[in-house]
């Protein structure tokens, strides 16, 4: 089973700081991907990475893709309140079948103004 | 584009009664379609994994016999919580998946209540 351990659980900024979460497992992923999710809704993809070292930026937010394709980072600059949500990493493992997704335990981030 | 849609968005039935939940991708063919249910301030807990035609893979400790799911075809997929009891009152959330790196598309969710 691969885990993925996501950090900080919880995460309260004022409007205007930055913020970083975290998403670490033992084990390689084909690819990985983002979400944010709000209160009775269903989660929304971000973004997608796949390559080892890969950056990508989506506005004020930046998504690292670790070297090794172990870890990922989302980092938000200068945070809104639209930006409080709860976000989840997911990564697809090399060997699972049907494109099935193991998702860490999610990060609520609450930006107040 | 990669739209999910989930009906009904919310449910309040009694003790005893099943309840269909349908998921749709309405704008593309998902190749596999998943079923989730999620807790409170939790994150996503995978019930069951479904392909068109076949019969879904459900995860350890997820009764097939309570929960049916039913892949009809590449853009439906139904979920029946048969015989609901309040301890199973929860959020059900589907996703399809398609594209390159199988990415997943949710739908926005089913609030089921038992009472």
């Known amino acids: 089973t691969q885990l993925l351990e996501q950090s900080p659980q919880f995460l309260s900024i004022q409007e205007g700081e930055n913020l970083t979460v975290y998403c670490n497992s033992s084990s390689v992923f084909s690819s990985l991907q983002w979400y944010r999710q709000e209160p009775g809704e269903g989660p929304v993809l971000l973004v997608t990475?796949?390559?080892?070292?890969e950056v990508k930026k989506l506005k004020r937010l930046t998504f690292q893709f670790g070297d090794a394709r172990k870890d990922s980072s989302l980092h938000i600059t200068a945070a809104q309140p639209g930006d409080t949500g709860l976000y989840l990493c997911?990564?697809?493992?090399?060997?699972?079948?049907?494109?099935?997704?193991?998702f860490g335990a999610g990060t609520q981030v609450v930006v107040t103004p | 584009g990669a739209v999910v849609s989930q009906h009904p968005s919310r449910v309040i039935c009694k003790s005893g009664t099943s309840v269909k939940i349908e998921c749709r991708s309405l704008d593309f063919q998902a190749t596999t379609m998943f079923w989730y249910r999620q807790f409170p301030k939790k994150s996503l807990m995978l019930m069951a994994t479904s392909n068109e035609g076949s019969k879904a893979t459900y995860e350890q400790g997820v009764e097939k016999d309570k929960f049916l799911i039913n892949h009809a075809s590449l853009t439906l997929s139904t979920l029946t919580v048969t015989s609901a009891h309040p301890e199973d009152s929860s959020f059900y959330i589907c996703?399809?998946?398609?594209?390159?790196?199988?990415?997943?598309?949710f739908g926005p969710g089913t609030r089921l209540t038992v009472l």
């Open positions: 997911a990564g697809a493992g090399v060997s699972d079948s049907w494109g099935k997704f193991q």
């Open positions: 990475v796949v390559t080892g070292g």
């Open positions: 996703s399809a998946s398609y594209g390159s790196y199988n990415e997943q598309f």
